[in-house]
């Protein structure tokens, strides 16, 4: 009697005849499948992957990709329980991959850009970057997006397909100094070479400021109604360059007044005839 109602037919899918017990069944693999891979598969592999010395994110990576193969796996053996053919299955989600194909194309490129993003390692936690205008710290590097902590403490979701296709700095990669390029302007008539050593003077003055690469002074141009030079300096992380330029401009603000040199404004003389 029970193996009578768990054997009625309830409809038809792809060809194949669905029935209670093997819809049941469908379930059943779905749900352990979904269970092994995130706990199970997920905890062991986790451990192994953590004694071979790699790295928290690329671990992180790799657990979501394997969970995604188990899951493909899971639903295969499951959809064979119900008795549709995988040629059918195809055929079904190849219609509603057309339907849905605009739409997913974004999570598609996203996942993919995180596999490359993986494998060349050019962007991972904790380092320093600066895209399309936002300067932070990588506190997450996840499969569809990574997450990046301003120097304001917001969080901003970058997806990873942004850092594929778009040029982004990377100030942990290599060397990490970096240059600061302070340009300041001063009155015509002012003494270009007392400008120059209270310039260095400034630099060579403030702790932070390396002293190889050394600081250097560049007389930029005769302006309309200014001399530009710019003092280029050099600190040891990017993350000293917004404050270390704030407090050179506040210097160079308080030392020129010392010095009586002036900063000009933009100014025009108007002549009127009578």
Not at 27 to 53: M, N, P
Request: hydrophobic share 50%; proline share 3%; glycine share 8%.
């Amino acid at each position: 009697m029970i193996l009578d109602i768990l054997s009625m037919e309830l409809f038809t899918f792809a060809g194949a005849k669905i029935t209670i017990l093997n819809l049941l069944l469908f379930f059943i693999v779905i749900i352990g499948t979904f269970i092994i891979s995130k706990y199970v598969i997920r905890k062991i592999l986790d451990s192994i992957l953590e004694k071979s010395g790699i790295k928290k994110e690329a671990r992180f990576t790799l657990l979501k990709v394997v969970h995604y193969l188990t899951m493909f796996i899971g639903f295969w053996v499951a959809f064979n329980i119900l008795g549709v053919q995988l040629t059918a299955l195809l055929a079904v989600v190849g219609i509603a991959g057309i339907i849905l194909g605009f739409g997913l194309q974004p999570i598609i490129a996203n996942f993919i850009s995180g596999l490359i993003l993986m494998g060349e390692r050019t962007v991972q936690v904790g380092n320093w970057i600066e895209i399309d205008g936002r300067y932070g710290k990588v506190i997450e590097a996840g499969v569809r997006a990574s997450t990046i902590r301003t120097m304001g403490n917001l969080h901003v979701i970058v997806p990873n397909r942004a850092f594929v296709e778009n040029a982004f700095v990377n100030y942990s990669h290599g060397d990490k100094r970096i240059r600061i390029d302070v340009p300041i302007g001063v009155k015509y008539g002012s003494d270009v070479e007392k400008v120059k050593n209270v310039l260095l003077k400034i630099a060579e003055d403030n702790e932070d400021v390396l002293d190889n690469p050394e600081p250097i002074v560049y007389f930029k141009e005769f302006a309309n109604s200014s001399l530009n030079f710019e003092l280029k300096c050099w600190v040891r992380t990017p993350r000293y360059r917004p404050r270390v330029l704030s407090e050179l401009n506040f210097e160079i603000d308080r030392r020129f007044a010392e010095e009586g040199i002036e900063i000009p404004f933009p100014q025009r003389d108007v002549w009127m005839k009578e």
